[in-house]
């Protein structure tokens, strides 16, 4: 099987989530679990075991899945969806308590002859407890396995800390470091893309691309989640994981093989080729901003559901742009921009490649060609290419686009990225998953960034919500004659 193909579960498992009565598991992991049920990608014996605080027996959490996830998965047969809620159980847990009744019940529910997936869904202070708690329960087997979720710490010593703490318990083989977003299909394209297509592996380099522009936009703000987003900011809730992952597989080099830690390698190699941003340099190469209020829309200090803003809110990013350069032979000169924000106009994801110009152009007109990846809202590719209009007379040059829909090439429903995940966690196939070395080579870019906007008296540009940023976005590519994508004519 390939690596980055999507495989059922190679052996029964049971899926044993931390928080698995939370938002997270409401939201994302219950749905993708039932769409890979319907769609026969578990076997008939996998469990699903949630394991919380909330007292709940089993027949309340399946009320309660049944309430609040049934209204967001299209249930056309009674009786999978009834097989999904038999998979089922809910185990009250005391972590770091004396309490051992929920781990005892536990250890008599797992058997030996099953996959264990322990899915961390919780906040990345309670990793290290939580695997302290398996391991003293004796239920980490050499078939277990852990799902850590994003953010893995807030800097590069807590993401080590983390680290040691899960990696004392399990080995770096059964730990996998989750990041929804290569999950899409888009992200799973590139390399196909890349890597099993001639025309375009000669031109994949600084002598034929001007840029990369890698963007992570959303429309929505942060109401009633400030008193999380001010301990994070769009750096770190973005950048370090989602954006960095896309560059990584944007920039890698050719693996010899599609193996599973040959694909980590080479992203890890693109990691440790950024050139650093530090000092001085932060303010020329890197743009924050905060939205206000504007067109009815609250500004991030005055979103609704969150306690005051404090001293320290006016100073958090949400938004944020990036000039990256990538210190080898293939990408030497070519700038990388990141850019990501909340309350921007549109909601999408992309990674635009835009070629330089042809050298000698005989015709009037015309703009240089592009690819553009689209990972959200609707997935798929577009090479922008020049055209001759239809008519008579002087030649007139048009960009048009050669489309690649996803949703209408290909009828059947594309999975959702956490289906894809969760298929080859229980699978045991960690290529779209982060490595430790990954991580925290990605944590020592960031880290710089953050100490200087930390010590640097400036606030965070503002910009009115529902605008494409603040004006320092657009200059930070105004300075060499770009633009950014939806900018150009």
Known sequence: MSPLSSSPAAHTADLVVFGGTGDLSMRKLLPALYHSDRDGRLSPETRIIALSRGGLTDADFRGKVDAQVRDQVPVDDHAI???????????????????????????????????????????????????????RAGLVTPRSRVVLEKPLGHDLPSAQRINDEVGAIFDERQIFRIDHYLGKETVQNLLVLRFANAFLEPIWNSLWIDHVQITAAETVGTPGRRDYYDHAGALRDMVQNHLLQLLTLTAMEPPARNDREAIRDEKVKVLQALRPITGGEVDRFTVRGQYTAADGMAGYLDEPGSTPPTESSERVETFTAIRAEIRNWRWAGVPFYLRTGKRLPNRRSEIVVQFKDVPHSIFPGGSPNRLVLRLQPEEGIELHIMAKEPGAGEVSLKPVPLSLNFGKTFPARVPEAYERLLSDVLAGNPTLFMRRDEVEAAWRWI???????????ALPEPYPAGTTGPAGAHELLGRSGRAWHEEEA
């Open 81 to 135: 969806w009834q097989r999904f809620l038999g998979r089922l159980r809910h185990l009250t847990v005391d972590v770091g308590g004396d309490d051992r009744t929920g781990w005892d019940a536990l250890r008599t529910l797992l058997t030996e002859d099953r996959d264990r997936v322990f899915y961390l869904a919780s906040p990345p202070r309670t990793f290290g407890p939580f695997c302290r708690e398996v391991q």
């Open 447 to 457: 880290d710089p960034i953050l100490d200087a906007w930390r010590s640097s008296p």
